[in-house]
């Protein structure tokens, strides 16, 4: 029998992924949104913006993707996702915001983010052993297998990231003279963020685009 004083790089992947901070694992969501890339029928999409001031106020439609620290439950009224979408639909920066109405807010689901997290974090895990496979002396297999996870890992979470960020806020307001309300609706399917967003609104009547004709 020969017993090893190192541990395997599933037991330290294990151990990397539970000694890491919440702060690392957010960045890594937010750094991700960031990349996302797709605008679907927005002019632009604006992915974690720092407070209101970051988010344009012009006659253009935009989609604001609301940070991980702000998720939303079905039916809430008081979700962190809808106090911060309040906050910028109302102003930008110190100014009271004009096009309000073009404005609409992608939040996360609370009840799934923990599973997103959890995936980030094996993920930077394999990440950081691979990285750092000279220092712990790894062999080819070791090598092979935590380049393999880190990959598996990797499209894990940009599976959970689509699935987690599922909630459309639209504000929306009946009467005229009266508050704003906020319309929730569910994103299903595959596709970027950005164009899931888009077809929700098209097929709810909240955004359109007309043939110079029908105009």
Same mark, same amino acid.
């Given at each position: ?11 330290? *992947?294990? @151990?990397? %992924?539970?000694?890491?901070? #919440?702060?690392? +694992? &957010? ?6 949104? =960031?990349? /996302? ?38 039916? *809430?009224? @008081?979700? %962190?996702?809808?106090?911060? #979408?309040?906050? +910028? &639909? ?6 009271? =915001?004009? /096009? ?59 599976? =959970? ?55």
């Amino acid at each position: 029998y020969w017993f090893s004083t190192q541990p395997s790089v599933t037991r330290l *992947a294990q @151990d990397r %992924a539970e000694n890491l901070s #919440a702060e690392d +694992i &957010l960045e890594e969501v937010k750094r991700r949104l =960031r990349n /996302y890339g797709s605008k679907g029928d927005f002019v632009a999409v604006h992915a974690v913006p720092e407070g209101s001031a970051g988010v344009i106020d012009e006659m253009t439609a935009r989609l604001v993707i609301l940070g991980p620290e702000h998720p939303h439950s079905q039916k *809430a009224v @008081d979700s %962190a996702a809808l106090a911060e #979408a309040t906050s +910028i &639909l109302n102003t930008r920066g110190q100014a009271p =915001r004009l /096009y309000r109405n073009m404005l609409v807010f992608l939040a996360a689901d609370k009840r799934s983010l923990s599973d997103l997290e959890s995936a980030v974090a094996q993920y930077l895990a394999w990440k950081s052993i691979f990285t750092d496979e000279e220092r712990l002396n790894l062999n080819t297999t070791q090598r092979r297998q935590a380049e393999t996870k880190q990959d598996e890992a990797d499209k894990t979470v940009s599976i =959970r990231l689509n699935e987690t960020y599922c909630w459309l806020l639209s504000p929306i307001q009946p009467d005229p003279k009266g508050d704003v309300e906020w319309e929730e609706g569910k994103l299903q399917g595959t596709d970027p963020m950005a164009v899931k967003a888009s077809r929700r609104l098209r097929g709810t009547g909240l955004i359109a685009a007309y043939s110079a004709t029908s105009l």
